[in-house]
């Protein structure tokens, strides 16, 4: 069973408890802390999830499309608050269950039980596999891995790649501030890795080439 399947086949006993909400970009769908009263189904468009820490910076972990559950973590781990805040990247369309009517939807379908089981291992694997190397490692070494692994994602081959994305964002899914970005943006350019082109981080392949020694020389210390 797919997740896709499940909602298609949704039991009439829990499809009259289900509200189909539109969200526009940037709107929250659940804030950090906030009472988790529901559990939603994303049918459409992208969502950012992140965590604000003491120290004011904001960590974005994931990013996630259609089909996918958002606040099923806290209900199915009994907890009322959320652990994190969920956002919409792009316009969603989404679906609203109430958490008992979740909940009674898994106690009558084992099958369902074992997919939401998947899912949420699916979900941590990534995170819990990743913040050994990402929560602790300096902030430029940071900044290095993060651009060659967007480097690596992008169609740009053998071309000149250009980051379009600001600052408040690269800091947001790095886990540091702007000023932090900044430093290593301009340590990053002294030091010939990249170049700034009207302030937009730029990456030729000789600059990626030593993008990737120079982390993989760290990763083998």
Known sequence: MQLSDAIATLPE???????????????????????????????????????????????????????????EVEILAGQSRSAATVEAITACRILSLPAETFLNWLRGDVELALLMARLVAAKFYPTSNNNGTIKFIPALQKMESYLLQIYGSSASGSTKFILHKGRQQIADEIGTSIKTVNRCANELKAAGFITLLHGKITINPAQRQKLYEAVTTLSQK
Not at 17 to 35: C, F, N, R, W
Not at 56 to 67: D, K, M, N
């Open 13 to 71: 006993c829990i499809r009259r408890h289900v509200i189909q909400k539109s969200i526009a970009p940037a709107e929250t769908i659940l804030l950090k802390g906030s009472e988790v009263s529901h559990v939603y189904i994303l049918l459409q468009g992208f969502v950012r999830v992140s965590n604000d820490f003491i120290n004011g910076h904001r960590y974005s972990f994931a990013e996630f499309g259609p089909p996918s559950l958002i606040g």
